[in-house]
Nanobody
């Protein structure tokens, strides 16, 4: 199993920045992809970004418009989400997820991932 713990959420004004972290433990040798999703109140959980653990290839949803950057530190078994130019519509609970099965489906789909963190709240005030 893999355990994921997110941190770094909080309250920030519009235009500000936050960096989320997600630390993995357990069977981390089996990680293929790590991703970030978010869920706003009353909305479905949506894909934000993902990174392939070995190659470092990254994927983003169009809605973040180049404001967010995903990265990973393989030695620390940690993935980061640097969020700049935050907007009130970025307010959500942000979840980290990992694929340990070398999934072949859509990297943007919930079902691609088999382990999830507990989430961290990000609130952007206007």
């Amino acid at each position: 199993q893999v355990q994921l713990v997110e941190s770094g959420g909080g309250l920030v004004q519009a235009g500000g920045s936050l960096r989320l972290s997600c630390a993995a433990s357990g069977r981390t040798f089996s990680i293929y992809v790590m991703g970030w999703f978010r869920q706003a109140p009353g909305k479905e959980r949506e894909f934000v970004a993902a990174i392939r653990w070995n190659s470092g290839n990254t994927y983003y949803t169009d809605s973040i418009e180049g404001r967010f950057t995903i990265s990973r530190d393989k030695d620390k078994k940690t993935v980061y989400l640097q969020m700049n130019s935050l907007k009130p519509e970025d307010t959500a609970v942000y979840y980290c997820a990992t694929d340990t099965n070398a999934s072949i489906g859509l990297i943007t789909s919930h079902s691609f991932y088999d382990y999830w963190g507990q989430g961290t709240q990000v609130t952007v005030s206007s």
